[in-house]
């Protein structure tokens, strides 16, 4: 359950509407915010962080409509549940306001008990939600506790999620789909949770159990993450990172486009990162060094050949700066 008091922004340029509504929130027990123009409607609902919106339709200036819109393509807002409020009856208003991605209507004047029933359904969802993202972030913060441990996997996963989101963002994909990827990147490791420590540690070639147990990690990794639903369209970028495009990968041989984009991603700058850091055996590559290997590789190779184009010019671009 949750312990802090839910806050619920109103945005209506009517004050007499504003104030009935404060009225009736306040009563229930919730905080209210308030404005009154969609243009600082917006801004409070990306600052302020309200678990739901209730949002007047007519408003000079953003409408109602385009804040709903506008709200629903934001990575930080788009979980808020918004109820429209209108006096438009027409059946083609609220075409277009399910259109913007609003979850709920109600129609002015409003009802008192049918406004309370609206708002506490969808707080519920909202809660729910919010539960859910505790859980992923959980699982977040114990794959980066678990590679502070060690020195040289220190800060590995972010960098390796931070170049994997460039690469999906220069070969243009959706920011929805640039924030799974950057999710799987700090996840991909995850299974060496359940890899020895020993093993991970040393120093030598690794004998054939050794390496058995290490490549194991991508579906130890899947394994541990699915129980939660939220990841499971990341859990195939985690158990496919070490496929190889030639299909001699890890572990079932995928091969070519077979393999899930986000972990065609991933592999490349797993193994960038991977190059050109320093491990128990052996000291960091120079980044040149580590990109003639990417540029050497022929068609059929280790990785998708036009991630590795886009990935090149990003990895010069950030030299070059
Ligand atoms: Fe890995």
New binding site residues.
């Given amino acids: 359950m949750h312990n802090r008091r839910q806050r619920i922004l109103v945005i209506d340029d009517n004050i007499t509407n504003v104030e009935l509504l404060e009225a009736y929130l306040c009563a229930a027990d919730y905080e209210v915010i308030t404005a009154y123009n969609g243009h600082s409607g917006l801004e409070m609902a990306i600052t302020e962080a309200p678990d739901l919106l209730l949002l007047d339709i007519m408003m000079p200036g953003l409408d109602g409509y385009q804040v709903c819109t506008q709200l629903k393509n934001n990575e930080k807002t788009r979980f808020i549940p918004i109820i429209m409020i209108t006096a438009l009856t027409e059946i083609e208003d609220k075409i277009k306001g399910l259109n913007a991605g609003a979850d709920d209507f109600l129609s002015k004047p409003f009802n008192k008990h049918e406004l309370m029933a609206r708002v506490r359904s969808l707080l519920r969802i909202k809660s729910l939600h919010d539960d859910l993202d505790s859980s992923e972030d959980i699982i977040l913060t114990l794959a980066l506790a678990l590679e502070a441990k060690d020195p040289y996997t220190k800060g590995h996963s972010e960098r390796v999620a931070a170049l994997a989101t460039d690469l999906a963002k220069a070969v243009g994909l959706s920011d929805r789909a640039q924030d799974r990827i950057h999710k799987a990147g700090i996840l991909?490791?995850i299974g060496?949770i359940g890899v020895s420590g020993k093993v991970l540690s040393k120093k030598g070639a690794l004998q054939g159990d050794e390496y058995e147990d290490v490549i194991a990690?991508?579906s130890i990794g899947a394994t541990i993450c699915q129980p939660l639903k939220s990841l499971s369209d990341i859990i195939p970028m985690i158990k496919h990172?070490?496929e190889r495009y030639d299909g001699n990968g890890k572990p079932d041989g995928l091969m070519g486009e077979e393999i899930p984009l986000g972990a065609r991603i991933i592999s490349i700058a797993?193994t960038y990162d991977a190059m050109t850091s320093t491990r128990p055996y052996r000291k960091a590559m120079q980044k040149e060094m580590a990109l003639s290997i990417f540029e050497s590789e022929t068609n059929n190779g280790q990785w998708d050949q036009e991630l590795v184009k886009h990935f090149i010019k990003i990895i010069a671009k950030q030299t070059s700066s």
Avoid: G, N, S, V
Wanted: aromatic letters at 0%.
């Fill in positions: 991909h490791d060496k990690h991508p990172h070490h797993d």
